[in-house]
C-alpha cells in the first residue's frame, strides 16, 4: 500500500492531487505547535534540546488516517502510529524538522528524533518529540529561533495558552521574547497565487510570516 513516506514533501502532495489553478495562496497543512526550551543552568544559562508538542489539523489528520488504517477499523492501531510516526518524521527530517535555530547569523543543524510519542484523538493527530542540539549553546541576543515551512505550504500556530514555555531547574530568571506573525495582505496573496507553477514557487515566502523568538536571562 502507497504510504505517504515523504510527508508528500509536506504539501508538495497537494500539488499532485490538486489542480494548480484551485490552489491558493493561503497554507494547506496547519499544525497547532507547542515548544518547550529545555534550558541548563551552571554558570551561564544554556539551550540544550527543543521539545515540540504539533498537533495536525483535522483534514491532514483524516488523510492520513486513510492512507495508514491499513485494517480500515477507522482507527490507528500502536503499529499503526508507530509506522505513522516513522515515515511521517522521515520526512520532515529533509526539512530539518522546520526548525529555524540561529546563534551569531549561524544556523545549527539540530540532531535526529531517536523518539516519537503520537497519538490519534478526536479526528487529530500529535506528535511529541525531542530534538537535541549538537551541543549546549549559551543563551543571548544572539540566539534566535523560529519555526516555519520555507515554501508556507505549511503553517504553525503558537497558541494563545503556554505555546512557549521554558523548562529548566531556575528559569525564574529567564523570559521569552517574541515578535507578531505578520498577516497575508492582498497584494501578497496574489503574487503567491501567480507564483504557483513556477520553478521558485513561495521559496523562503514562510519566514516573512514566521514569529521570531528569543530568550533572555537575567
Known sequence: MFKLRKWIILASFILFIAP????NAHPHILIDAQIKFNLNQSK???LSSLTYIWQFDENFSLLLLG?????????????????LAIETMEASKELGYF????????????????????????????????LELPEPVTIDDKLK??????????????AEKPSLQLVGDNVTGCSIIRTQQAEVDENIENA????????TVNQGF???????VGIKCI
Open 44 to 46: 551561564i544559562t544554556q
Open 145 to 158: 529561533f523560529a519555526i516555519y515551512d520555507e515554501e508556507y505550504y505549511t503553517a504553525f500556530n503558537l
Open 20 to 23: 494548480i489553478s484551485t490552489i
Open 192 to 199: 503567491l497565487k501567480n507564483a504557483f507553477g513556477l520553478d
Open 67 to 83: 492512507d495508514y488504517d491499513d485494517n480500515k477499523d477507522q482507527l490507528l492501531s500502536v503499529d499503526e502510529l508507530t509506522t
Open 99 to 130: 526548525t529555524h535555530l540561529v546563534k551569531n547569523d549561524t544556523e545549527i543543524n539540530l540532531k535526529e528524533i531517536t523518539k516519537i510519542d503520537a497519538k490519534f484523538e478526536d479526528s487529530r493527530l500529535t506528535f511529541e518529540f525531542t
Open 206 to 212: 514562510g519566514a516573512k510570516f514566521a514569529e521570531f
